[in-house]
């Protein structure tokens, strides 16, 4: 068992999907049917859309004719409209109660209609501050979203620990100078990583600190 940060936070940043709750089997079905329309190999595919924004994995495939905003537009749509399947990871749902409001966000690469319509199929709390893909020049693995999220709490980056999913989402974590957790739940390969990782939230708790601060600990040891 891999021990978790051995420091204090004054706020906890989350990603969204696969961190907080699990979308795979809706959004693959979305990205499927568009992949093949576009004459894409949808095995190789797949793998390469989860922790990025919709619109920088179509403009990564450099695909002829293609306006990248546009096609975009309409995966999220479509996403929308498909929820079904979509679940909490275990236990978050409790842990999340045990946070105050003014010390978490959800940090997602989705955008913003998109992640109400997931939280809210997941049955989530959505706490006052998300910060989605419009909200941002530069996504995931850029820092710029992380960063978005510690300013809008009034927190330091140094200050914030974040709960991430995908390599590019810990790559943004590190560049923001933030400490990460890796939450393996829908992972099916393991990770190549330093970063300790924990299936789920079923044995995490938070203790508030004498100076206010919120302290990650397991409750099996």
Do not use: N
């Amino acid at each position: 068992m891999t021990a978790l940060p051995a420091r204090d936070y004054a706020a906890f940043l989350f990603d969204m999907d696969g961190t907080i709750l699990t979308s795979i089997i809706a959004a693959e079905r979305v990205w499927a049917d568009w992949a093949r329309s576009h004459g894409l190999d949808v095995d190789v595919f797949l793998p390469t859309i989860h922790g990025k924004r919709s619109v920088d994995t179509v403009r990564g495939l450099g695909l002829p004719d293609i306006d990248a905003e546009a096609e975009a537009h309409r995966i999220t749509l479509a996403e929308i409209e498909d929820v079904d399947g979509i679940e909490a990871i275990a236990g978050v749902a409790a842990f999340l109660a045990t946070l105050p409001a003014e010390r978490w966000a959800i940090v997602t690469s989705a955008p913003r209609a998109l992640a109400q319509a997931r939280i809210a199929a997941a049955g989530l709390p959505l706490p006052p501050v998300l910060v989605a893909a419009e909200d941002v020049k530069h996504g995931k693995p850029a820092p710029d979203p992380f960063l978005l999220g510690a300013e809008k709490l009034g927190m330091r980056p140094e200050e914030c620990l974040v709960f991430e999913d995908t390599l590019a989402g810990l790559q943004s974590a590190a560049a923001a100078g933030m400490d990460s957790v890796m939450v393996t739940a829908t992972h099916k390969h393991p990770v190549e990583t330093d970063v300790t990782g924990v299936p789920d939230y079923d044995d995490l708790r938070v203790i508030r600190t004498g100076e206010g601060l919120l302290r990650l600990q397991r409750t099996r040891s």
